[in-house]
């Protein structure tokens, strides 16, 4: 039999570990207070809620929970963001699609008539596949804009000449300007070695010039000019078109917006949008001034390179 000192140590042993469970016991409770009044108060104040009982926490787990709330409240932002995003691009798609697929139903229809002759039959197949090109351009830029706001789409840029850049982008609408009589005319000037890619660049200036084309009148001009300054060179598309009021020069740089004055021309208001995405992410910009004979002078800046 065991003598009295085993019995003693047993017992003490016994009463040590219930104290020991005891202890651990408050510990958990007293943290899952702390973690209660934590959630407690981020349901109610969010990120706020936290400020006030930073000076109260001792332990890490605390501190840990803390930190992972405010992950989650930032996630979950994030996340609303981009839902709210998703949505206004479906909404846009949709009313920008709504009518080219509205003709096509049309003219689909208007085929099935066997009346129609032979020339009739050739022009409405001709404008189907107008609308589908349209709604096929759309959908691509649109993709293309959407994947450059979100960073999905990125490009190398670095300091090339500029002079071959403005040159393909001219050539691009040689042939629009010519079907309405407008000449393009870029006045003569030294290459200049400007942070750009030219790939984009060349997309960015097709589409101020293409947008110069569309809005000017016939038999008018459209000149382009290099201005180098200090930081920057400026490249100006000028035209002679219906111009753009003050009050609007923000505004056509939003996707989708047409003014008034425009409403009755084909277009999309896309063009200058995703312009000043690429020039964005090519450290340059893009502002639009009136121009010297009504019109409107849009002005693209990019860095130069820096002279040893």
Not at 58 to 72: F, I, N, P, Y
Not at 108 to 120: A, I, M, N, V, Y
Not at 190 to 216: C, F, Q
Request: glycine letters at 8%; hydrophobic letters at 40%; a negative charge.
């Amino acid at each position: 039999m065991p003598g009295d000192w085993q019995i003693w140590v047993g017992a003490a042993l016994g009463l040590a570990g219930v104290a020991a469970a005891l202890g651990m016991a408050l510990y958990c409770r007293v943290q899952m207070n702390r973690m209660e009044e934590i959630l407690a108060r981020f349901a109610e104040k969010g990120e706020a809620g936290l400020s006030d009982i930073r000076e109260q926490r001792e332990s890490k787990l605390v501190s840990q929970m803390a930190h992972l709330l405010r992950r989650t409240e930032m996630e979950e932002k994030q996340a609303s963001q981009e839902r709210d995003q998703v949505t206004a691009l479906l909404s846009d798609l949709s009313h920008q699609l709504k009518t080219p697929l509205a003709n096509m139903v049309m003219y689909t229809e208007l085929l099935e008539d066997p009346s129609l002759s032979e020339e009739e039959k050739t022009l409405f197949v001709r404008e189907t596949r107008h609308q589908a090109e349209k709604m096929q351009w759309l959908m691509k830029n649109m993709l293309k804009a959407s994947q450059l706001e979100q960073g999905i789409l990125s490009f190398p840029s670095g300091y090339a000449g500029i002079k071959e850049t403005i040159g393909k982008a001219v050539t691009a609408v040689y042939a629009g300007a010519a079907d309405k009589q407008i000449r393009v005319v870029t006045e003569e000037f030294a290459d200049r070695r400007l942070y750009h890619n030219p790939k984009w660049t060349m997309e960015a200036l097709g589409n101020i010039l293409d947008n110069a084309v569309k809005y000017s009148p016939q038999g008018s001009v459209i000149a382009v000019r290099v201005r180098p300054l200090e930081i920057y060179t400026r490249i100006e598309i000028e035209d002679q078109g219906i111009g753009i009021s003050p009050n609007h020069y923000n505004d056509i740089f939003k996707r989708f917006y047409r003014g008034q004055e425009v409403a009755c021309q084909e277009g999309n208001g896309l063009g200058l949008y995703l312009a000043q995405l690429i020039l964005n992410k090519e450290k340059g910009y893009i502002t639009v001034a009136p121009g010297k004979e009504k019109g409107s002078c849009f002005q693209v800046f990019l860095l130069n390179e820096a002279q040893a």
